[in-house]
């Protein structure tokens, strides 16, 4: 009895799986970025996207650069905005410094802990063909993982945690 009801069970999963497949749809895989990028992010506003990635380069096991690379996609086609910020140095592991985020005007911001106490916040009003840099300067404290949002009426926020 035992057999029978693990059979059954077995021929339906085999035969429910391949229905369920079909529901998925997957594009072709393609290439992102340099030979080290990392740190993914994506941003939609419904009507266009934005995809930010970090592009790392190492001067030696413990020291290296960080530039910020986007991808935007609008109106049907994708844009490469390469290295559009940076470099930023870090050391020891490779940091995750950077948020992004589209408002309904296709707004791009992006905000990046470009220093120990400076967080950065890049705009750009023309789907990410250029930016503009507001730096804003921790002081003495340590400023670290910085977060944007757009707000339902139109402003943003920006969060960060504040080191000792």
Known sequence: MIRRTVIAALLTIALILPAIARDFYWE???????????????????SSSALLFQDVERNDSDTGNIWLSLRVFSNGRWTSHDRFAGPFPYEGDVPSIASISIDVRNTILVSAATAVNTVSVFVSRDLGASFSETKLNGNTSAVLAPCVFVRSDGGYLLFATRGG
């Open 28 to 46: 072709n895989p393609q290439y992102l970025g340099g030979a080290d990028s990392r740190f993914p992010l994506s941003a939609t506003n419904g």
